[in-house]
T-cell receptor, first 112, second 115 residues
């Protein structure tokens, strides 16, 4: 069974903290994505990566960075967390040439 | 930029009835569309997809219809069950260099099935 695993289901962090969200997939997928999900706004793409050490900005990259040192792992970094980054974060992966993406269960981040 | 949107944010149906969830897209170059289902507390799960060279595709109890003339697609669920209660998203594939196929999501429709 395919699996995308996010390291935390719930996180509470303080304003200004550096936050790491980790995602691991076991499907040997080249493509990995980070989305945030907010009520009424759907899923918005933050960053994506199509290969190790490669990254591309999505629609809302401000305040975020990413790291992909290994094929199976894609990390989302909040350099200095702010309250407007309180959200559900979803990681996904896919194969090249296939649009179907597999999602993790999400990390609900609250910044206080 | 392109957008994928939904006509109704909430849809309430009786158990056993058919459900129709609608979605509009703006990018004429979109070549692939996917419907996802997201249950409470879970990540989105793939339901069904359709390529732009098709008008209709059927799965188990689900049918997706694509109307390229008006840039509209719909998801039909037959004999809706309580387990179908979830948020449904349509997503549009934006080919990036032909490899990444990043998805652009709509805002979602909440389907509430009444017993």
């Amino acid at each position: 069974d395919v699996k995308v695993t996010q390291s935390s289901r719930y996180l509470v962090k303080r304003t200004g903290e550096k936050v790491f969200l980790e995602c691991v997939q076991d499907m040997d997928h080249e493509n990995m994505f980070w989305y945030r999900q907010d009520p009424g706004l759907g899923l918005r793409l933050i960053y994506f990566s199509y290969d190790v050490k490669m990254k591309e900005k999505g629609d809302i990259p401000e305040g975020y960075s990413v790291s992909r040192e290994k094929k199976e792992r894609f990390s989302l970094i909040l350099e200095s967390a702010s309250t407007n980054q309180t959200s559900m974060y979803l990681c996904a992966s896919s194969s090249p040439g296939r649009a179907e993406a597999f999602f993790g269960q999400g990390t609900r981040l609250t910044v206080v | 930029g392109e957008s994928v949107g939904l006509h109704l944010p909430t849809l309430s149906v009786q158990e056993g009835d058919n459900s129709i969830i609608n979605c509009a897209y703006s990018n004429s170059a979109s070549d692939y569309f996917i419907w996802y289902k997201q249950e409470s507390g879970k990540g989105p799960q793939f339901i069904i997809d359709i390529r732009s060279n098709m008008d209709k595709r059927q799965g188990q109890r689900v049918t997706v219809l694509l109307n390229k003339t008006v840039k509209h697609l719909s998801l039909q669920i037959a004999a809706t069950q309580p387990g179908d209660s979830a948020v449904y998203f349509c997503a549009d594939s934006d080919p990036y260099g032909g490899a990444t196929n990043k998805l652009i999501f709509g805002t979602g429709t909440l389907l509430a099935v009444q017993p």
